[in-house]
């Protein structure tokens, strides 16, 4: 009888000693048990910060979380305040990060951070964002790039573009026309996008690089123009605006709207996460943004996500390098 009851109960005991001996990951389920912390790269009022707090507020609206999300901008050191700070909550599973393309530079530009991107988990990119040259609609004499083009020269170092911080996207951009047209603009950085867009109407600004999102407000009122897209082919919204490769300048450049976790964040967090924003993504509230705003770009998480970070990142450091030596040699009408 004893044989026989061992022989029985083997296979129960077995399984038993299996699940104890799994590794905790594979088991544990993960569920917010206090507030999430939100952290924005930017200032308030930018295409970064808008996105988050519309996620934020959809998310309570469709209960898709059982826990308040609270966003937090930290812009200093053009994000890397953000990156510092994502840095230090290692093995927080209740703090996750709203990037921007600064997630890229500004490592790049300011090595003293210490941080690699590959160390965040990755949850899921969300949308790939577009950029638009924007001038003050009382601008008559500007229609096209090539008026921009005179009068920029015209102006030479008195004309100011108004950026979100040394080496952010928007600065790439700035040196880029820099370098491509042979113009010698002052860049001037502010905390956020919206900030940027304000400059501009408040004709403080001679022109801006923003997200349609920044300028949205002050195009409905007839205050901005664009004058292109950096874009292959024009956007659904801005039909009349040309994509800069019509002009006979073969460049775009997108921007990446993902979210992040702080590094050591647990397996089982980064699923729960990367499985909420899979959904958000995927529903109604957010596809709806996406096509307001013109955001392109598939949902991406887990390596393939890291890997294309990386592969941005690289890319990022030969431009910032292509585009520091055009600006030195003064090489004009070359893309980088």
């Not at 006979?248 to 967090?269: E, I, L, N």
Request: glycine share 10%; aromatic share 10%.
């Amino acid at each position: 009888m004893r044989l026989k009851a061992l022989v029985r109960y083997a296979p129960v005991v077995l399984a038993a000693a299996l699940v104890a001996a799994a590794p905790q990951s594979a088991c544990a389920q993960f569920t917010p048990t206090k507030p999430i912390e939100f952290i924005v790269m930017a200032g308030q009022g930018g295409g970064a910060d808008k996105a988050v707090r519309f996620i934020a507020e959809a998310m309570a609206q469709e209960k898709l979380i059982p826990v308040p999300i609270n966003v937090v901008n930290k812009p200093g050191k053009s994000g890397g305040e953000a990156l510092a700070y994502l840095k230090s909550r290692k093995g927080d599973n209740h703090t996750i990060m709203f990037t921007l393309n600064s997630y890229y530079t500004t490592p790049i530009e300011q090595p003293e951070l210490g941080v690699d991107i590959g160390t965040f988990a990755p949850i899921g990119r969300l949308a790939e964002d577009v950029f638009l040259l924007w001038v003050h609609s009382d601008r008559a004499d500007i229609k096209t790039i090539d008026d921009f083009v005179k009068a920029a020269k015209a102006k030479g170092s008195g004309w100011v573009m108004a950026g979100t911080g040394k080496g952010a996207e928007d600065s790439m951009l700035t040196d880029f026309l820099n370098a491509t047209y042979g113009l010698n603009m002052t860049y001037k950085p502010f905390k956020g996008g919206g900030a940027v867009a304000k400059e501009l109407i408040e004709k403080r600004a001679d022109s801006t690089v923003n997200n349609p999102s920044e300028q949205a407000e002050y195009y409905a009122k007839g205050l901005s123009k664009p004058l292109v897209v950096f874009t292959q082919t024009r956007l659904p919204a801005y039909q009349k605006t040309p994509a800069l490769r019509e002009t006979g300048m073969d460049f775009q450049y997108f921007m990446q709207r993902s979210v992040v976790g702080a590094p050591g964040m647990s397996k089982a967090a980064e699923q729960y996460y990367q499985d909420l924003f899979k959904r958000f993504f995927n529903g109604a509230a957010w596809q709806d943004y996406r096509k307001k705003y013109s955001l392109g770009g598939d949902f991406l998480s887990g390596d393939a996500l890291r890997g294309y970070w990386l592969k941005e990142r690289e890319k990022h450091a030969r431009w910032k390098m292509a585009l520091e030596i055009m600006l030195m040699k003064g090489a004009a009408g070359k893309k980088p």
